[in-house]
């Protein structure tokens, strides 16, 4: 749907209102903002009826604009799905709130305090594709942080987030916090995406979260700094003293244990050395599993009947059963490949050898560096997280897996008594 | 000067060479690093000749250009000032090396250890005025924390900073450590500087330093990631409760003891309770000192012989001893119109009252807040940082003064010994 006749009033005042909301958001004590996470739980709950309702209406359009039966599956909201979503909501209650914690302090030689504390970030503007349980989830966290949130759901999802929304700020209103913290712009199509991102003077952060076709053209829109999540082409590397249980366990968990999230490997490349004793297993394990192995000329001498990979495959996040794998002649080799193909997520070596293990972690340039680990581990519940704003692929201000913390910024706090600078 | 027939050839190859050496930086330990920076002391000094006559022809340019005083005066180096440089460049030497450091670890539930030690971001494009001591400078921090770094100087000091680069590249070749990694496309002139502002591929960051204008321009134009330093409407308000001494003298070292920068005072509020008994001191004090003040019509009543505030003031950065002055009714009309002319810099409130204290340290949203205490103190040396990047006014990955640790990124390190996740 277009919304060319983008009104920027109405649009504006909902970006002000949010702002304005933020600030009473930001002042909110742990206490209140749990309550409200516990009233949204009991709202999803009690309106789940309505929520699966608006729901029929996104997929009815959905079916009717033929839209793949992967998207139509992560669009569908059941009595158990909302169940579950009102579960993870109570879930971030028992996450620490960052906001108010002192990160750093000191007093200086003069006597002045300094202490560096954690502050809300302020509006977190969410742009993100047709899964509404993300309309809840980025939408709590923001909260539970202090901040205002601004939400940009897929055009397929606009009834059943418009009910969420409702949800959400009818929850807040009900505890005497600002309903406006929870805005939303789904209502003005495209232009509202593009005018949110370029609203530097209300919101303070854009999170992105989806495909990297959908990231990338976000980066390139926003005037808003912008925290890249996600685009995984993942590598594994398999050393030439790589052990062999541990190559094809640790292949075929990065592979196959969830194929569908950026996590996933896509690239496996062998060491010369090590092929002919490692590839066999580690091939017959991943294609008892279904996946079908896209591999260069060198690994097909040893194993004819796979497909050819192609150029374009070195450099694609299949989020599927297919596997790149490739032989490479040194480490140095693998290291290249790497750098060029890498999209910065996670990278895993796997080896026996102390050397190669310690410069595969100091030389490769990703959120995530591992050895003999599965790459599934890039993930903010493994880490320890709680819950997970998504998982930054960028250098600056967070990177690899985000939680709570990651959404706030900090202030300094300068206490004197008549102190002056000489 | 304008370079309109940019041949982007010549400016990717230097920004990809860049890139390439930051390979090289990033693992260079400590001691190499070290060795660098006396190196580009050393020739700083030996060169002194040949910086300050090719500074002279930046000057003689300059001055039939019309360039005003002042910026004639931060554009000369003499021996005095290449000297200062060599030493600046010393100083950076004693700064702790951020790079390797463990910001944070733990060993997961199923034994898996993860780390998160810092590394530096890459390359830096730095985009500033006609400076060439910012040239020394910020090459200097960006090789101590491991990044390479490109420049773009303003076009007055072009002359100066071809020799500065020179400088630095030549220290860099001496120790075995890669010239590539300081470029500059100072030869590229505008096109050059929006080039730069674009290549995600190659650049990191970008760090511009200067005026209000050029940093709203990189933040206009920048496809790569920015951080705002700089621009500073900086307030302090009277409270009702303020003591009189401590407000005559934070608010002269504030505005006075060195006006031209951006921590120094813009905007003066007094509490209309507090007004007559605060004042005359105040002004006085400020007078004396040469301060022009602009106040609004209650403070006029006061003291009818000072200039009449403009709009335009509350809102303008005057980097000059003018001053503007208002009355408030109350500590919300006073955060109300910090909200509103805020850069989010530095403000700063006078105060005996514990709750108004606490309040305005809570509520203010700027990178310092400060209690009875000079704006002056929102300083990289003053908060014991040692050198300074510059001071964020943004929210994002650095706020406040930067020193050395906010030219890093992170990187997660994960080791396994076969783990797969369940």
């Not at 390139?220 to 398999?238: R, S």
């Amino acid at each position: 749907m277009e919304h060319s006749d983008l009104d920027t009033t109405v649009i504006d005042a909902r970006l002000a209102a949010a702002k304005q909301a933020s600030y009473r958001l930001a002042q909110a004590t742990t206490a209140e903002k749990d309550i409200a996470l516990e009233r949204i739980a009991d709202l999803l709950r009690e309106r789940s009826g309505d929520i699966i309702a608006a729901n029929r209406l996104d997929l009815e359009a959905g079916r009717e604009a033929g839209l793949e039966a992967g998207l139509l599956d992560r669009l569908t909201l059941d009595d158990r799905r909302v169940g579950a979503l009102a579960v993870a909501v109570l879930e971030v209650i028992a996450l620490t709130d960052p906001v108010g914690e002192t990160v750093s302090g000191r007093s200086l030689p003069n006597g002045v305090r300094i202490d560096q504390v954690r502050v809300p970030l302020g509006v977190v503007g969410a742009i993100y594709e047709a899964r509404p349980n993300v309309t809840v989830d980025i939408a709590v966290l923001a909260l539970k942080s202090g901040n205002a949130v601004v939400l940009r759901g897929g055009t397929a999802a606009e009834q059943t987030n418009r009910v969420l929304v409702d949800v959400l700020r009818d929850a807040l209103d009900a505890v005497g916090l600002p309903a406006d913290a929870v805005q939303t712009v789904d209502d003005f199509g495209r232009a509202g995406a593009r005018h949110l991102m370029q609203a530097r003077d209300y919101v303070d952060v854009l999170i992105p979260r989806g495909s990297a076709g959908l990231i990338r053209a976000v980066v390139d829109e926003a005037k808003v700094p912008v925290i890249e999540t996600g685009a995984g082409v993942v590598h594994m590397y398999l050393d030439a003293s790589a052990r062999e249980d541990w190559a094809v366990e640790l292949v075929h968990n990065a592979k196959v244990q969830r194929p569908s999230v950026c996590n996933a490997l896509e690239t496996l490349l062998v060491h010369r050395d090590a092929a002919e004793r490692l590839l066999p297993a580690v091939l017959d394990r991943l294609e008892a599993s279904g996946v079908t192995v896209h591999a260069d000329e060198r690994v097909r001498a040893l194993r004819p009947e796979v497909e050819p990979v192609t150029d374009e495959d070195w450099a694609t996040e299949h989020m599927s059963l297919d596997l790149s794998v490739g032989m490479v002649d040194s480490m140095d080799d693998a290291l290249e490949h790497i750098r060029r193909f890498s999209t910065k997520h996670t990278e895993s070596i796997v080896t026996n050898d102390l050397a190669n293990a310690e410069r595969f972690l100091n030389e490769v340039d990703a959120a995530a560096v591992m050895v003999n680990a599965s790459t599934r581990f890039t993930d903010g519940a493994e880490f320890g997280f709680g819950a997970e704003v998504g998982i930054s692929t960028q250098k600056l201000h967070a990177r690899g897996p985000m939680g709570l913390p990651e959404l706030t910024s900090t202030k300094w706090l300068v206490r004197g008594a008549g102190h002056v600078r000489a």
